[in-house]
């Protein structure tokens, strides 16, 4: 990685100091010195020891006098105020007193021209200086001549130390980088069929996915330079200074080529230029930052091997100018890794890691659906660290199952204080999720079922796991989720004959589903395959917003409403018709607090 040299300070630098020192000195330090000794007096002092012959020299210096007498046998220095005194002269001679006036001398006019207008200047020059460099330290330049320079991390050849080995369930995004890196290692295959090298490739995907990492990959593969830059570090307080950097970014790449150029975060300086949600008015920072961007990818040669890499996690928000080929003239998903990539990935993170050979990866990777590659980093060091707790060696099963349901629902609250009452309709609460989706065609087995509160706020859960990931949801399917979403409150209903806070999430994920089954997915009767709703970015999170009328929105709501009711009344018939076995599943729950799939299938017979 390239390193900028502190610059030495030049000599008149350490003039400056010097003089100053010496000045401050000269002022305060030397007169306190030499008057330590001397003695303040009145005249009438003075005119007594001149009558007592007491004086033996006197000088004169403008209107002060100064004068040593023997007082006590010791010789000392007093000094006084001049009065007007015509016969002063002549009873010093009488005295036999050695005297003398001091004339004023006017100072040289090279010394005065320096103390009025060169020191002046050298202080100001000074304190400029300490201005400039504190400035500076604010916006990141070493010294003046850094202004509009990259920030760029340059790792020559293969220094980011990783390859698409250490990558692990994005096939298809290695499968598509893996041509650039071929292109970059053999460019004569292509140029001799007339291809060229894609200009930029764009990484888009959720947050943990691994953008960055195959980026890297990327540069250990191909064994060029490798420039990595945030978006966010064009971003500049002085107008102009994010487009010099990019400029200066592209003449580094060009000289270094073939290499590749990584831009993390690329929205931040990327967004739509529409004046809604994007830039405002013409002279935005970040709007001309884009357009040096989108000229300087224009304008560099293909041919020389520099390859811009970028990631963003929000696309939709991207300008189209930067889309276009001829720019970005690739598009690569890194979504979230499905189950064959989960356990890849899970093996990948454990190499560091001392595990037991009994660890079975396939069943954690079915527990964790939907987890990012950075949240399956980061179970295997929360199981790790659980080891060491527990004063084991090696990670076993029960360490990474644990660590899963904290990355989930947070650590176990084993010293909260529930009621006796309140344990028992948790319980009741939990059972009847489980009961509900046993006796359900198309859902997912039971694996475990706890009361155990967790730091997320949940008092218990119930966790389902599927044996493959699902990628298409019928009608049918979608609806039993919601009826499994609402067998908790109908169980409370059933046997306390009330209801109560705990249900709260799980009405939000059922309104959440029966929402979309309407407004999403077509599969109302009265609205058919209609538009109701658009979603956007979908990577963090997703936003929807309802594209209809007033009215149109409340008939929705009615909709909702029907599919929720539906559901809850099924939940409740199946809890009635298995009521030996809610009671006899919630009192063996209450009794050892957590219990496994196979204790619970071992226990239930569900009537058909």
């Known amino acids: 990685m390239q390193e900028q040299k502190t610059p030495k300070k030049p000599l008149i630098y350490y003039a400056i100091i010097a003089f100053t020192a010496l000045m401050l000195l000269n002022t305060f330090i030397f007169p306190t010195l030499l008057q330590r000794d001397i003695t303040e007096t009145d005249y009438s002092a003075f005119l007594t020891h001149l009558d007592e012959n007491k004086i033996q020299k006197f000088e004169l210096d403008d209107q002060t006098i100064f004068y040593v007498a023997e007082v006590e046998g010791e010789e000392k220095l007093f000094t006084t105020g001049a009065m007007p005194d015509p016969d002063l002269t002549n009873r010093l001679k009488a005295a036999g007193v050695e005297f003398t006036r001091i004339v004023p001398q006017e100072a040289s006019p090279i010394v005065s021209f320096i103390a009025s207008w060169v020191l002046p200047l050298l202080i100001f020059f000074f304190l400029g200086r300490l201005l400039m460099g504190y400035m500076q330290k604010k916006t990141g330049g070493a ?6 320079k990259s920030n760029a991390k340059v790792y020559v050849q293969a220094q980011t130390g990783k390859t698409f080995e250490d990558v692990a ?11 650039i ?5 053999n460019p004569g295959r292509y140029a001799g069929i007339g291809a060229r090298l894609p200009k930029g490739a764009l990484l888009v995907g959720p947050p943990g996915t691994g953008k960055t990492l195959l980026a890297q990959a990327v540069a250990g593969e191909a064994n060029v330079p ?18 010099a950097k990019v400029r200066d970014l592209f003449k580094q790449a060009g000289d270094k080529a073939p290499c590749i150029v990584f831009i993390d975060e690329i929205d931040t300086i990327g967004k739509k230029r529409d004046g809604a949600g994007g830039f405002s008015g013409g002279n935005d920072e970040r709007e001309q930052t884009l357009n040096q961007l989108l000229t300087e990818m224009d304008g560099f040669d293909g041919r020389k091997g520099v390859v811009i890499l970028a990631a963003t996690n929000r696309p939709d928000s991207l300008d189209k100018a930067l889309l276009r080929p001829g720019r970005f003239d690739r598009r690569i998903p890194v979504e979230l890794p499905d189950l064959a990539g989960r356990e890849a990935i899970l093996k990948v993170h454990s190499q560091n890691v001392k595990i037991d050979p009994d660890v079975d990866c396939l069943s954690i990777a079915r527990a964790t659906a939907g987890a990012s590659g950075a949240d399956l980093a980061n179970m295997i060091n929360e199981a790790a660290l659980r080891a060491v707790r527990l004063g084991r060696e090696r990670v076993i099963q029960s360490d990474l199952e644990e660590s899963v349901e ?3 629902a947070g650590h176990q609250r084993k010293n909260a204080a529930i009621q006796p009452k309140e344990k028992e309709i948790i319980a009741y609460h939990e059972i009847g999720h489980a009961l509900v989706a046993s006796c359900q065609t198309d859902s997912a087995p039971v694996h475990k079922i706890t009361i155990i509160p967790r730091t997320s706020g949940a008092l218990g859960y119930t966790m389902q796991v599927a044996e493959n990931d699902q990628v298409l949801m019928s009608r049918e399917e979608i609806f039993n989720k919601i009826v499994t979403y609402t067998g908790g409150r109908a169980a409370e209903e059933i046997i306390f004959n009330t209801m109560t806070s705990g249900a709260a999430n799980d009405i939000e994920q059922a309104t959440k589903l029966a929402r979309s089954m309407i407004t999403r997915f077509g599969m109302s009767e009265h609205f058919d395959m209609m538009a109701l709703e658009t979603t956007s970015n979908v990577y963090l999170g997703g936003e929807s917003q309802l594209l209809v009328s007033a009215q149109t929105a409340a008939a ?7 599919l929720i009711r539906k559901a809850h009344q099924k939940a409740s018939e199946i809890l009635r018709s298995n009521i030996d076995k809610l009671h006899e599943l919630s009192k063996f729950l209450l009794e050892k607090e957590t219990i496994t799939g196979e204790e619970f299938n071992n226990i239930l017979q569900c009537d058909a």
């Open 226 to 243: 490798f420039f990595s830059i945030s978006g966010s570090e064009f971003v500049e307080m002085f107008v102009g200074m994010g487009a």
């Open 169 to 179: 369930g994005q096939d298809e995004a290695k499968e598509a980088l893996n041509e």
């Open 556 to 562: 929705i709501d009615d909709e909702v409403l029907g």
């Open 181 to 185: 890196v071929d292109f970059l290692h």
């Open 406 to 408: 904290v990355i989930l």
């Open 143 to 148: 010294n003046a001549m850094t202004f509009g």
